[in-house]
């Protein structure tokens, strides 16, 4: 594209503005020009993130012509509403996890796009698709390099010292299910269903068994641990998500706890003749029991950004790979999990 986009970012939701901010500055094609949020605990993030005074309303990022892009970080229970209004103002969406706080809201705004003709990336950053290790490897499952799968197994979660103070920190985090969408099965094991079903598509049935042990989320009564069985008829994908405070820790602070070395990130893909063991944050990755030089391995690759998956797609009219329907199966996937879970772990079948 011979112009940089315009994007104004909306909503600052558990800071996650302000990480869209730092991401989208990182992009040559891209151009903060405002950004909006009423919330005060998040308003002077925003603001310091962007490098500017916040807009007077949302209102005023969907009628300003500078702004191409809208990039949404508000809360997952208003995404819907915005990317329907964004998209009635032909403003292209760069929506940031999770995607929304139900399957109704998910299908609204697949659809709000679809009738639209704008387009919308997923972004949901750094974990999978657009860690340049699994996003590699997820090109070559794709392509039969390794052949036939016989498991999926990902361990996704961050963990704390004892004494953090979630409550404080990011509030919106206990928020109630009917505003985020659940705990932390909806904000962390997102990460790990968008890749399993970027390997393997829909799986036909959902597991799962969820827990709230830290004492934070008990009391706001959502998940801080879910477990999540896929069936995918010849072999299991199982997925382990979710914040865990563990002794031992020493006490940390905001930036302890966002130090990609306190989470724990362990991706194990089996294959009838092959096994791949990848710790992403540890930059190990283990073929049949050979450590890889992720030097050579990454020598000339790199992952398609969501920022340039999104530009691709205005260019070209072609949905990007992160697109609505993924996110939307990810829903799917996730609403399939808690109902699991209120049943005890009973199969919940993907229609």
Known sequence: MSRRLGVGILGNCCTHGEFVAFALKQEPGAAIVAGWEDDPRRTSGLSAAIGRELA?????????????????????????AWVEKAAG??????????????????????????RSGVQLVYDIPAIGRFDPVTAKLLGEVRAGRYGRAINHTHAFSFTFSTDFPLAAV???????????GGGELTNLGCYAVDYMIGLWGRPASIQAKTTAYWDVYREAEVENFGQ?????????ASLASGKQPLAGLPSMDVAGALDPANWHNVLELQFE?????????????????ARVPLPEYLDGYAPVSPFQQLVRAIETGHPP??????AR????????????AAEGGAPVPLI
């Open 228 to 236: 999540v069985i896929a069936d995918y008829g010849d072999f299991f």
């Open 56 to 80: 007077a309303s949302p209102e005023a990022l969907l009628d300003d012509p500078a702004i191409d892009v809208i990039a949404l970080a508000c809360s997952p229970h208003e995404k819907a």
């Open 170 to 180: 990011w509030p919106e985090r206990l928020d109630p299910a009917s505003l985020s």
């Open 89 to 114: 103002a032909g403003k292209h969406v760069f929506l940031n996890k999770p995607m929304a706080e139900s399957l109704d809201s998910a299908h609204r705004i697949e659809k709000a796009v679809a």
């Open 321 to 326: 790979e992160s697109d609505a329907a993924s």
């Open 273 to 289: 003749h092959h096994n791949l063991t990848v710790l992403p944050f540890q930059d190990v990755l283990m073929h049949n029991g």
């Open 329 to 340: 199966l990810g829903v799917e996937v996730l609403m399939a999990a808690y109902r699991s």
